[in-house]
Nanobody
Framework: QVQLVESGGGTVQAGESLRLSCVASGYTYSSGAMAWFRQAPGNEREGVARINIKFGSTYYADSVKGRFTISRDNANDTLYLQMNSLEPEDTAVYYC????????????????????WGQGTQVTVSS
């Protein structure tokens, strides 16, 4: 059973940084993709960033390009999201997700493509 546990959320001022972590367990896949999604109240869950587990290639939502960086420590099965220059619009619950399929640039943002999810961690950015 795949388990994903996020941590690192909190409340920060606009312009500050946070780093989210997601520890994965219960699987031995060396391929597929891990991703970060977020969901603000009243909004749909949206893809933030995705990383290919085998090749390390990444995709980002336009709204976070240049500010957020997704990375993965394969030795420790940990996914990271470094978030810099945070804006109030980044306020949301952030979730990590895993799929055995390394979804392409056209499909990685669809939440239904990821069978495994963490419980989420709240990020609040005040102005």
């Amino acid at each position: 059973q795949v388990q994903l546990v996020e941590s690192g959320g909190g409340t920060v001022q606009a312009g500050e940084s946070l780093r989210l972590s997601c520890v994965a367990s219960g699987y031995t896949y060396s391929s597929g993709a891990m991703a970060w999604f977020r969901q603000a109240p009243g909004n749909e869950r949206e893809g933030v960033a995705r990383i290919n587990i085998k090749f390390g290639s990444t995709y980002y939502a336009d709204s976070v390009k240049g500010r957020f960086t997704i990375s993965r420590d394969n030795a420790n099965d940990t996914l990271y999201l470094q978030m810099n220059s945070l804006e109030p619009e980044d306020t949301a619950v952030y979730y990590c997700a895993f799929s055995e399929v390394a979804w392409s640039s056209a499909t990685w943002t669809k939440p239904g493509n990821y069978p495994y999810w963490g419980q989420g961690t709240q990020v609040t950015v005040s102005s």
